[in-house]
């Protein structure tokens, strides 16, 4: 049947830190798209996330738009195959980070300090995952993107059961990390195959990462990276993305993306993603890039690396 839908609310599932949505986009801050609140890991019923999907799509068929979704870009309408299987799971229900990036989204967009954040207790994702495995909701093709606080900070036998499971189903893996800890078990992963690593860095010299990150790692990082990118190279389908968010007036000059592009071709890495930093871009996305961010994009296309985007409208922000 043709209607108004998009591919989240049909096909994915984010574990967040107390709820179970279907996307990290809506539009509105009023109304959050959700499939079960106050989540705590205990409580995970299959049978509770399908009918919260079904009274959404109902909805939608009959032209109706729920409220968290109005204005989203994401809505298309078409012939959707309403098989119902998994095709992307997004697990973020930790919070603890060793960094401290100035623009985190857990700090601007929760009511607690950092502090907080690395001390929360969190529900244990195993048996929820264990349970969509056992009632064969995960399809083959799935994507399954782990991401934080930071996931190298996980307790080690949960980030090696995600791991594991993705490997059994054959998954693509998404890992997102900020690379401080070096983890044996996504380097094992990574060899394994199938497997994006992306590590964001933001930055060419040390004085620049401290100032964004705020931690004193970038050695350390640097060091990672190229121990990451050996072993990414060894895994049939693996990748090591390295990522570059832009921030205004801060990692925007020439300078520092040279230092950055030197960094890579030291390690023998020239895979990339760019992004701009989310809040200054909802702000700005109207006007056009300046001078130093077309600059900089240019810079990064004259030494020929493969440059990713974060999203679609980045990239046409970019190329305007
Ligand atoms: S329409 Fe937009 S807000 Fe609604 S579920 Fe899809 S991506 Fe999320
Ligand atoms: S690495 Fe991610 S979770 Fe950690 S401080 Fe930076 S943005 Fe936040």
């Not at 990390?177 to 983890?183: A, E, Q, R, T």
């Not at 497997?195 to 620049?208: M, P, Q, Y």
């Not at 004193?216 to 990451?228: D, G, H, I």
């Not at 925007?252 to 890579?264: A, G, P, R, V, W």
Request: hydrophobic content about 35%.
């Amino acid at each position: 049947m043709e209607f108004t839908c998009c591919e989240y609310l049909l096909y994915q599932i984010v574990f967040s830190q107390d709820t179970v949505i279907p996307c990290c986009c809506s539009p509105t801050n009023n109304y959050k798209s959700t499939f079960i609140n106050d989540f705590n890991g205990q409580k995970f019923n299959i049978n509770e996330y399908l009918n919260k999907r079904n009274e959404y799509i109902s909805m939608l068929k009959a032209g109706n738009i729920p409220a968290c979704c109005k204005g989203c870009s994401r809505l298309i309408k078409k012939e959707w195959n309403e098989i119902f299987k998994i095709n992307r799971i997004i697990i973020t229900h930790r919070t603890k980070c060793s960094c401290n990036c100035i623009y985190c989204s857990l700090i601007a967009t929760s009511n607690q300090t950092k502090q907080e954040l690395n001390t929360r207790n969190t529900y244990d994702i195993k048996p929820v995952l264990k349970n969509m495995y056992d009632n064969n909701i995960i399809d083959n093709n799935c994507i399954i993107t782990v991401a934080g606080g930071e996931c190298s900070e996980y307790p080690k036998e949960e980030l090696e059961f995600i791991l594991y499971l993705a490997l059994i189903l054959n998954c693509r893996l998404e890992i997102l990390s900020n690379g401080i800890i070096y983890s044996d078990a996504i380097a094992k992963i990574l060899q394994a195959g199938k497997c994006r690593l992306k590590i964001s860095v933001d930055s060419g010299t040390k004085a620049t990462f401290e100032k964004i990150k705020r931690v004193k790692a970038y050695n350390l990082v640097w060091e990672n990276l190229k121990k990451y990118g050996l072993a990414a190279k060894k895994g049939k389908n693996s990748e090591l993305i390295i990522k570059y968010i832009i921030l205004p007036n801060i990692n925007d000059n020439l300078k520092e993306i040279q230092s950055f592009i030197n960094k890579c071709n030291k390690i023998n890495q020239n895979k990339i993603e760019l992004a701009v930093e989310y809040l200054w871009f909802e702000r700005n996305k109207e006007k056009r890039a300046s001078e130093n961010i077309k600059n900089l994009y240019n810079k990064l296309k004259q030494a020929k690396f493969t440059i990713s985007f974060e999203s679609n409208e980045i990239k046409s922000w970019l190329s305007n």
